[in-house]
């Protein structure tokens, strides 16, 4: 118990931080209109690809062969993630652009 | 003076995002938005590359395999998303999450070596422990469920359940909690593993039975998911741009998950345990035979009707995204705005099947924006409307969502298309539509069907419009 409770306190910055970005992310997205249901789920999906920065950081830390490998597997399969989604959104909102 | 502008452009990043996501809920500013947040991603990206440092000052090695990583994923990425077709954007969706999940899981696995392997430690951080095996479960499970969503969308996987699917899940899920607890607490590499294969296992089994139907509304989830396990490896590193950008998306994606789920009027718990397709075959069989007879109608009565009218008003469905029929809609509706006719397109929010799919769709043939009518605001001029055309459209016209309590689809708001004068029905046959019941409308006195693929259908109609001159 004392061991969860210092776990706690000791990322006590992070956890605000978590608690004040799910009030963030409910509020921006809370009036969207329904046609923009589909890039907007796009859009998210391309912000957590964000996750690749992990993917670099365990790379570049990497010293055997299994994990370089496995490393060079994640930071390729969060690349897609992001640029496939920032490129499949744009292509989506391309196309609601008015006509002149 | 570099960990500072690290610890800067992180914070750069994190306001992208905000605002990208900001801007993305708003369609005058949704483009802008993306490439907004495409540009702190990348700025996050580089300055790691280049300025990131571990506890003792070290740089990051094996530039040249982050480099060719980058390199590889950018090529097929861009390559992939450019040439998908219009109509396949959701399981790519569906499929570039999928990706993400993926990384997630492999930085856990990673990870999880790192520490047992660098062993004789005699404190074991549970902390991190623990935020590993959370980020490998959920990214596991977003992974797997999210290649079974794919596969759903695109065909080639079809729905499946079983007897008591539910209850093998929810123990399923029980049993992958206590084995993580256990692979935490003792640091046990064999139940880490166990719990690798278990989770990808439960991804599967937790998409399998969803209705393909419900697919947008699993991969938005799932889409949240992926965020949530993003946010896991901020918390591992410490590092706030992957915190903030995983738990919006956490936070964000679920709110869309809850919003897409109400716009069908159905909740969360009833898309994801409902079995729509399984229950549903009783009251499609009882309510097979209703009064009135199928009255088929020619393009050319068809056109006349059309020709003639004040107003007509377009409600277009999945089967005009199949028969890629976008183009020669606009066209006829050019043709009848030049003939004076008023003409509208009627959008029903779950139409397609993706929110927002049909828009995407018509707005590539570049119908104008304003002529796109929301639900709630067209129903009430369907009263006024001459001729309504129902292309490819069939459970968003249903009125047994109104009048038939039995009915799975009961309580989903519909199009009330039956107000208007006369209603042509555009559908390939007989068939009942996703959710796989009758539809009461096409056996009313003032409809006639127009048989027939949409694109051919359309274009015959086209040319008879022109005929008459």
Redesign the interface.
Known sequence: ME?ILF?FT??IE?IY??IL??????E???????????????????????????????????EHV???S??????????????????????????????K | MQAHILQISYLIASVTFILGLKFLSNPATARKGNLIAAFGMGLAIFTTIFLYTDSDGNHLRNLPFIFAGLLVGTIVGWLTAKKVQMTAMPEMVSLFNGMGGACAMLISIIEFQHITQSANQTIVPLGELATIIVGMIIGSVSFAGSIIAWGKLSGNVKDKSFGFQQFINIGLLAVILVLAALAVVNTDAQMFYAVLVLSLVYGILFVLPIGGADMPVVISLLNSFTGVAAACGGFLYDNKVMLVGGILVGSAGTLLTVVMCKAMNRSLLNVLIGNFGGGSTSAAATSASFEGTIKEVTASDAAILMKYAKKVIIVPGYGLAVAQAQHVVHELEELLEKEGVEVKYAIHPVAGRMPGHMNVLLAESNVSYDKLVEMEEINSEFTTTDVVLVVGANDVVNPAAKTDPNSPIYGMPILDVENATNVIVNKRSMKAGYAGIENELFYKPKTSMLFGDAKKALTQLVSEIKNLG
Not at chain 1, 88 to 97: G, N, P, S, W, Y
């Open positions: 061991k776990i000791e990322n992070l931080l978590i970005m799910i009030f963030v992310g409910i921006i997205i809370g009036h969207v209109p329904s046609v923009l249901h589909t890039p907007l789920m796009s859009g998210a999906n391309a912000i957590h690809g964000v996750v690749i920065i992990g993917s670099i950081i365990v790379m570049g830390q990497a299994l994990s370089l496995l490393g060079f597997l994640a930071v390729v399969l969060g690349t897609l993630n992001v640029v496939g989604g920032f490129v499949v959104t744009d292509r989506m909102l391309e196309m609601f652009k008015k006509r």
